[in-house]
């Protein structure tokens, strides 16, 4: 359905230049032996530093530890081959291109490319791989490590809340923001707790009616007022209602017209202050790519957002909008979604997303 990293690494390697082969790549193909020393060669470190070698340098290197259990581990040796810098800037040249195709944010990639060349140059590599495998596990490593970063445990998170725990969630119409309620609700209901939702988009009936209908499937109470209520009304109601029945959890749904439009978001402030949600949910639709990433902003700057609902990654064209969009704005995932059925809901997992993103659906 989609290319995977993985197919445009292949397609890389089988439509570059001849400077990508392997024998002009490696450093020591025939020439260098086991017994070179790691180092760079005498003299390199005259050279002034490109561009990317000054922001490598800034970074904190990766604990050895970590990068010994990374995907290319066992392919960093104390002795084989190690790659020449200048093929390897095309090749890197390459690979951004294909990141970029993929939907993943330009910073996001730039983060990548740094941790790809970091996980190459100077390291030598077993003679029995070849450059592909050495690139792909590069490439996996710098990109687990930029979703690691985004794991949000959710379920430990609100063991440890106070009741009733106020979750609010906000996203533009039509991204999956109802449904992702829902799911949220049946999979809280399962665990034990009890839930309440909360209809504070009061713009359209159509919204109320649609989350009443979630509501029932799933078997939550659902606090609604009628059409043009005044939404941070209906939260407080459906937070006295959880206080007084000691319920568990409250969710609020929000309105999502334009996300340009003050009025929302002076509707969506608000509801913030009155309800004082211990956790604020963008969710952002992976098919919108960088408008989800400049929705996402302009929410976190109203309100303040605490973690990410990423939806309809079942048909995430490219498959790189988690990777993007998390990282850019600075917050983590909590869950994605993957189907319109009330389970298909998954907490975050950066392994899952990284075998996504490189197997993909045309593996
Ligand atoms: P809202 O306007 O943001 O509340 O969006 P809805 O929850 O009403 O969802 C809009 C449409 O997207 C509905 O048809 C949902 O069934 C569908 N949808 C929601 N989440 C997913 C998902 O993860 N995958 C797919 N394929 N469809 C989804």
Same mark, same amino acid.
């Given at each position: 359905m989609f290319d995977s990293l993985k197919s445009k690494l292949k397609n890389i390697f089988s439509t570059s230049s001849p400077k990508l082969d392997s024998e002009s790549i490696f450093e020591g193909e025939g020439g260098i032996g086991p017994e070179?020393?790691?180092?760079?060669?005498?003299?390199?470190?005259?050279?002034? $530093? %490109?561009?990317? *070698? /000054?922001?490598?340098?800034?970074?904190?290197?990766?604990?050895?530890q970590e990068e010994a259990g990374g995907t290319g581990g066992d392919m960093i040796a104390s002795s084989g081959k190690k790659i020449k810098e200048d093929p390897l800037? !095309?090749? $890197?040249?390459?690979?951004?291109?294909? $990141?970029?195709?993929?939907? +993943?944010?330009?910073? @996001? @990639? /730039? !983060?990548?490319?740094?941790? &790809?060349? #970091?996980?190459? =140059?100077?390291?030598?590599h077993g003679r029995q791989y070849t450059l592909?495998? &050495? &690139?792909?596990?590069?490439?996996?490593?710098? =990109?687990? %490590?930029?979703l690691r970063a985004n794991e949000f445990d959710f379920d430990t998170w609100v063991e440890g809340q106070p009741r009733p725990t106020v979750m609010m969630f906000v996203g533009i119409n039509g991204t999956g923001k109802t449904t992702t309620i829902a799911k949220i609700a049946k999979r809280l209901k399962d665990d034990g707790r009890s839930v309440v939702i909360a209809a504070c988009d009061t713009f359209r009936a159509g919204a109320i009616e649609q989350l009443s209908i979630h509501a029932e499937r799933v078997g939550v109470k659902i606090v609604k007022q009628g059409q043009d209520a005044?939404?941070?009304? @209906?939260?407080?109601?459906?937070? *006295?209602?959880a206080r007084s029945?000691?319920?568990? =959890?409250?969710?609020? !749904?929000?309105?999502?017209?334009?996300?340009?439009?003050?009025?929302?978001?002076? *509707?969506?402030?608000?509801?913030?202050? &009155? %309800?004082?949600?211990? $956790?604020? +949910?963008? @969710?952002? #639709?992976?098919?919108?790519?960088?408008?989800?990433? *400049?929705?996402?902003?302009v929410f976190d700057t109203a309100i303040g957002i605490d973690a990410i609902v990423l939806t309809k990654i079942d048909t995430d064209a490219k498959g790189g909008a988690a990777l993007s969009i998390a990282r850019t704005i600075g917050k983590p995932i909590a869950f994605v979604s993957d189907g319109q059925g009330y389970d298909d809901l998954q907490a975050f997992d950066s392994e899952w997303m990284l075998e996504r993103l490189f197997e993909g659906a045309d593996e």
């Open positions: 070179e020393p790691a180092a760079a060669a005498p003299g390199a470190e005259e050279k002034p $530093l %490109s561009r990317k *070698e /000054q922001l490598r340098a800034g970074k904190q290197k990766k604990p050895a800037d !095309d090749l $890197l040249d390459e690979l951004e291109l294909a $990141l970029l195709e993929s939907d +993943v944010a330009y910073p @996001v @990639v /730039q !983060d990548v490319i740094l941790g &790809v060349r #970091d996980n190459l =140059v100077n390291k030598k592909e495998q &050495v &690139v792909e596990a590069a490439v996996k490593d710098s =990109v687990r %490590s930029v005044d939404p941070s009304a @209906v939260a407080f109601d459906a937070i *006295e209602h029945k000691g319920k568990d =959890v409250v969710l609020l !749904d929000t309105a999502g017209r334009m996300q340009t439009n003050s009025n929302l978001i002076d *509707e969506m402030k608000k509801i913030a202050r &009155v %309800s004082k949600p211990a $956790l604020k +949910v963008f @969710v952002g #639709d992976a098919l919108a790519g960088n408008d989800a990433i *400049e929705q996402a902003k």
